[in-house]
């Protein structure tokens, strides 16, 4: 099946440490997001990559580092200087800059909830 | 710069009532819009597009939405609601090929539905 993984489910991180987090996709797309969701603030986009080798800041991209080394790819990390990263994180991915047709529409994986202890 | 609005924290609904979800946006030429729906601790799924063409869209679960260019709204609707559309959903709006936003994806807070028996 075609799909877009997110792991772990859930991720505990203690103070001071960097945590990565794993997105996957077999869609052959090649727009991927990260996303950081709160109550009450809905989505904030924290990162977007367009094509491979490429990313761009979003909103919140302060404490957080990606790569886009292979298209299928795009680990978000989070660094010890996101001094509040207990969230739930959505990974996203569309076909990007190919979509000048009908399928433009973002998949979204199943999350990971991390929390710092 | 762009950004997506949904005023209302929460809708309540009766079932079998008609029901409105809003959202306006923000962004440079014509946009893509989108709305998705998300079930707790879950990622977010895909209800309709609006790309081009038809003011009207209609989606997934009998839902549709009107896209209105002068007052920039696109709300969510569905003529008659069920208790299992109870849910959050969420408005999006991405910028198309070629604009300064080519590919942002940037969501609204999230309108939390309430239908109740």
């Known amino acids: 099946d075609g799909g877009i993984t997110q792991s772990p489910k859930y991720l505990f991180r203690k103070e001071g440490q960097n945590v990565t987090l794993s997105c996957e996709q077999n869609l052959n797309h090649d727009a991927m997001y990260w996303y950081r969701q709160d109550p009450g603030q809905g989505l904030r986009l924290i990162y977007y990559s367009q094509i491979v080798n490429d990313f761009q800041k979003g909103d919140i991209a302060e404490g957080y580092s990606v790569s886009r080394e292979k298209k299928e790819s795009f680990p978000l990390t989070v660094t010890s200087a996101q001094k509040n990263p207990t969230a739930f994180y959505l990974c996203?991915?569309?076909?990007?800059?190919?979509?000048?047709?009908?399928?433009?529409?973002?998949?979204f994986g199943q999350g990971t909830r991390l929390t710092v202890v | 710069a762009q950004s997506v609005a949904q005023p209302e924290d929460q809708v309540n609904v009766a079932e079998g009532n008609p029901l409105t979800v809003k959202c306006t946006y923000s962004v440079s030429g014509n946009p893509y819009l989108f709305w998705y729906v998300q079930y707790p601790n879950r990622g977010l799924q895909f209800l309709l597009k609006y790309i081009t063409g038809d003011n009207l869209v209609k989606g997934s679960y009998g839902f549709e939405a009107e896209f209105n260019k002068s007052q920039t709204s696109f709300h969510l609707k569905k003529p008659s609601a069920l208790v299992s559309d109870s849910a959050l959903y969420f408005c999006a709006v991405r910028g198309i090929y070629g604009s300064s936003n080519t590919g942002k994806l940037i969501f609204g807070q999230g309108t939390t539905l309430q239908v109740k028996p």
């Open positions: 996203a991915s569309t076909e990007g800059i190919r979509d000048r047709g009908p399928n433009t529409e973002a998949f």
